[in-house]
């Protein structure tokens, strides 16, 4: 049996597994079927950690709900620190994870409710994203995707996105054409989709289609890609407020486009999942 921690960011939902519940590594299979909705407890990914780290105090795997790995998410990082919190391995001083997508640094406010998460920086230079091409910094290109042209941004904060910004947006959109773009053979590793609305110089709205893991109501990283867009495009100023269909974050772009995401964590759950579960995970996942 495992014990498992839920919370949702703005109704974007981990677990967090302590890898001392846990014995080994987790599975493709695993990670699927923990957060299968019907045959699992259900979640939008996994946080592994902590987990030991020379880099910083903590270092955190983060899966995807198709079992994946991804470099990085913001409003994962945000419910891993709310997390540590709880467990009372940190407080309210600022502390720094180590992901796959660089090391981030996080500060909880009194409560553990409101979370900012030093994200890193913003990179437009397609070899750091990856996408395919000669190196060039990826703005406002042309990209085919079914039967649509889009008019496309791309960026890093240590994993990928691609930022469309349009004059409408909706889920039909991010449903029927966000698979399509995130598995373009322009983006060699998949990418982060985000439909980007401007609706002022303060405040921008998204759809989000997440590698791995689909239509998704909110994102920390997608956030602050699009943020960090819509300000490279001179569309928005340095404080920009990302509105998703779960909620809002704040986002404050610095010198060099380094980010500052600052949003919400809800504690759901805690639990204990049973051997059980994986009989026969192969037919269920």
């Known amino acids: ?3 498992f921690f839920k919370y949702h960011a703005l109704g974007n939902d981990y677990i967090v597994i302590d890898p001392r519940d846990f014995p080994g590594e987790l599975s493709v299979e695993q990670v699927r079927l923990i957060c299968h909705r019907n045959y699992g407890v259900g979640s939008d990914g996994i ?3 902590p987990l030991p780290s020379t880099a910083a105090r903590f270092g955190l795997r983060i899966y995807n709900p198709d079992g994946s790995e991804a470099e990085k998410s913001g409003n994962g990082l945000r419910i ?3 997390y540590l919190y709880d467990q009372k391995l940190v407080g309210t001083d600022e502390f720094a994870i180590q992901t796959a997508g660089g090391l ?4 909880i406010s009194p409560g553990g409710r409101m979370i900012r998460v030093e994200m890193g920086k913003v990179r437009f230079w397609s070899d750091q994203i990856p996408m395919t091409g000669a190196r060039r910094e990826v703005i406002s290109e042309v990209i085919q995707a079914g039967d649509r042209l889009f008019t496309i941004c791309a960026a890093t904060i240590g994993n990928p996105h691609c930022v469309a910004p349009l004059p409408e ?3 039909e959109l991010a449903r029927q054409y966000g698979p399509l773009l995130e598995n373009h053979q322009s983006f060699p590793k998949r990418t982060n989709v985000q439909f980007m609305k401007v609706l ?3 405040n921008i709205q998204i759809e ?3 590698r791995g893991a689909g239509y998704t109501l909110a994102s920390g990283s997608s956030s602050s890609a699009s943020a960090a867009v819509a300000h490279r495009l001179g569309l928005c100023d340095s404080s920009v407020k990302v509105h998703m269909p779960g909620g809002m974050i704040a986002i404050e772009i610095g010198a060099d486009f380094a980010i500052q995401m600052t949003g919400p964590v809800t504690r759901v759950a805690e639990g204990v999942i049973s ?3 994986f009989e026969g995970q192969g037919k269920q996942a």
């Not at 981030?104 to 500060?107: F, G, I, Q, R």
């Open 47 to 49: 946080l592994f950690g």
């Open 1 to 3: 049996m495992t014990k």
């Open 208 to 210: 989000i289609w997440e």
């Open 200 to 202: 002022d110089r303060g």
């Open 275 to 277: 051997a059980e579960m």
């Open 104 to 107: 981030v640094t996080s500060a």
């Open 80 to 82: 891993f620190s709310r």
């Open 169 to 171: 947006i909706s889920a």
